[in-house]
């Protein structure tokens, strides 16, 4: 009896972490969306900030304008949190575009934002396994990617050096990137996924 109770509680748990790390990878309307992030957890905290696309992010902005995303701050699965953003355009209620943040601190006060940074800068191999478990997850959906750095490279930019770590997904209907990123000030793993039409 004790061996089944731990094996459905085992069960619920794996499918209850899985599911708050669930991607949501259809472009549909903004409402089924967040009827999605609901049913993952009906307690699911929607954040409001005031967010815009570069179209060195999203070379569609220009073409699609979309407004403040909806933000969702998921319950953390493993070491890292996961923040949601799914940008839609106004008129059509459509979404356009995705991005999932795997971050401490990402709307923290300016404050505890910096002590989160400060306290992560040394962990850097935790970050480069959650990258490898994440990239794992999504070849299962996505499939073999079209690009994939096997390890972080080293980029110095103004004399600023970091590591950073990228794997592609490129359709015709769809572009999916996963991007570590670790530096002193940013310690980040985010997936962008957005639809080219």
């Known amino acids: 009896m004790k061996i089944i109770f731990l094996a459905l509680a085992l069960l619920f748990c794996s ?5 708050q790390e669930s991607i949501w990878t259809k472009q549909r309307k903004i409402a089924e969306v967040i ?3 609901k049913k ?12 815009s696309l570069s179209t060195e992010y999203y ?16 319950k953390p699965v493993g070491v890292l949190p996961v923040y949601a953003e799914y940008f839609y355009t106004p008129k059509d209620s459509l979404l356009r575009l995705v991005s999932y943040d795997w971050e401490k601190g990402r709307y923290a006060d300016l404050k505890d934002m910096l002590e989160s940074r400060k306290e992560q800068a040394g962990k850097s191999e935790i970050y480069f396994k959650e990258y ?17 750095d096997e390890k972080p490279k080293t980029v110095n930019d103004e004399g600023q050096s970091y590591l950073n770590q990228n794997t592609l997904w490129e359709t015709d209907e769809l572009h999916a990137d996963l991007n570590l990123i670790f530096s002193a000030g940013t310690q980040r793993i985010r997936l962008t996924l957005y639809w080219k039409k």
């Open 35 to 37: 009827d999605f992030e």
């Open 59 to 74: 070379p569609l902005a220009d073409h699609y304008k979309t407004v403040n995303p909806v933000i969702v701050q998921r």
């Open 40 to 51: 993952l957890d009906p307690d699911a905290k929607f954040l409001s900030q005031n967010v």
């Open 132 to 148: 490898e478990r994440i990239r794992q997850q999504l070849i299962k959906s996505f499939g073999k990617p079209d690009q994939a």
């Open 15 to 19: 499918q209850a972490g899985f599911s």
